[in-house]
């Protein structure tokens, strides 16, 4: 394995021990892959995929924009608010996965912000 990815598992770890998804406020994870940004969100005390989204999906690849993975980030934040608020969820705790707060990352978790999920 690589090492910054051993870090990033790492940092992970520790981020997890501090955050819980409950059923009021479930977790919402990100990972991020070289072309594509996955999101889910998780009831820990259950155990339970509530509801997961990608960048790589059908639905979102009529939606995207053509050119740049933070413009796809910022879209993809905006549409998985809409399906959130939809299923009901409007409160999340956010699990960055252990990437940095920089880039990607930071632009799904503004347009979530500011399409309405509050954290």
Known sequence: ??????????????IRKKLLGTP??????VHRSARN???????DTKAHTLYSFSTA???????APKKGKVAKAEKL?????????????NKIAFD?????????????????RKHGIDF
């Not at 009021?24 to 994870?29: A, G, V």
């Not at 999906?57 to 939606?63: E, G, H, P, Q, T």
């Not at 960055?96 to 979530?112: I, M, Q």
Request: net charge positive; charged share 40%.
């Open 1 to 14: 394995m690589l090492v910054k990815e051993t870090g990033r598992i790492k940092r992970h770890r520790r």
């Open 24 to 29: 009021e406020r479930p977790r919402l994870t």
């Open 57 to 63: 999906d059908k639905k979102f690849d009529a939606v």
């Open 96 to 112: 960055r996965g252990g990437y940095l707060y920089h880039g990607r990352v930071k632009a799904l978790a503004d347009s979530l």
């Open 77 to 89: 934040g905006e549409f998985f608010a809409k399906d959130l608020k939809e299923k009901g969820i």
């Open 37 to 43: 940004i996955y999101v889910q969100v998780v009831d």
